[in-house]
T-cell receptor
Framework: NAGVTQTPKFQVLKTGQSMTLQCAQD?????MSWYRQDPGMGLRLIHY???????DQGEVPNGYNVSRSTTEDFPLRLLSAAPSQTSVYFC??????????????FGNGTRLTVT | AQSVSQHNHHVILSEAASLELGCNYS??????LFWYVQYPGQHLQLLLK??????LVKGIKGFEAEFIKSKFSFNLRKPSVQWSDTAEYFC?????????????????FGTGTRLQVML
């Protein structure tokens, strides 16, 4: 049982490049989400999904796309990277989206730098 | 919109000192409250949570938090900190949603408090 796995751990991009941050969980969790963590701003929700085929926007969705074709995977795509997207990205999952009995399980994060 | 405030951005304590980290939220209805901890170089993990019942919640590693509804607060406490408690602590709030609505509750985090425990 690996939990939530994020790849890559580190990435450097040039402005305008695109890339996909991968997130996979093996706990059969319905709810998955992406956060970015920036100094002094805590964690901010980018996008989330309550199940395969269902996604919704979080607090800071601009510049990011997501899809959820399977229960296990929830990739985050940056179509045209900008320096403002330099951050640490965390994927998290939970059994259900209501949080009553299912706290978030976090991945180890991806540190992204956009130059 | 709901928000969470953590007024202590950086706290430095000596070992064995007592700890209290403040957390206030801005919502007048029923909320669920959490404290997460992030040790250096690691991901966030749950310390404790409050849903209902006893407002004094005990978590892992000797931490506890008290929910005071009249003050919209959920402060984290530990009677005697250890060097290994050095970490960043995040308070988070979520508004309960009815089940089977097809929507998810959104967890809102505070900006975090960096705790540094000196030997």
């Amino acid at each position: 049982n690996a939990g939530v796995t994020q790849t890559p751990k580190f990435q450097v991009l040039k402005t305008g490049q695109s890339m996909t941050l991968q997130c996979a969980q093996d706990m059969n969790h319905e709810y998955m989400s992406w956060y970015r963590q920036d100094p002094g701003m805590g964690l901010r929700l980018i996008h989330y999904s309550v199940g395969a085929g269902i996604t919704d926007q979080g607090e800071v969705p601009n510049g990011y796309n997501v899809s959820r074709s399977t229960t296990e995977d929830f990739p985050l795509r940056l179509l045209s990277a900008a320096p403002s997207q330099t951050s640490v990205y965390f994927c998290a999952s939970s059994l259900s989206g209501t949080e009553y009995n299912s706290p978030l399980h976090f991945g180890n994060g991806t540190r992204l730098t956009v130059t | 919109a709901q928000s969470v405030s953590q007024h202590n951005h950086h706290v430095i304590l000596s070992e064995a000192a007592s700890l209290e980290l403040g957390c206030n939220y801005s919502y007048g209805g029923t909320v669920n409250l959490f404290w997460y901890v992030q040790y250096p170089g690691q991901h966030l993990q749950l310390l404790l949570k409050y849903f209902s019942g006893d407002p004094l919640v005990k978590g892992i590693k000797g931490f506890e938090a008290e929910f005071i509804k009249s003050k919209f607060s959920f402060n984290l406490r530990k009677p005697s900190v250890q060097w290994s408690d050095t970490a960043e602590y995040f308070c988070a709030v979520i508004l309960p949603r009815p089940l089977n609505t097809g929507t998810a509750s959104k967890l809102t985090f505070g900006t975090g408090t960096r705790l540094q425990v000196m030997l």
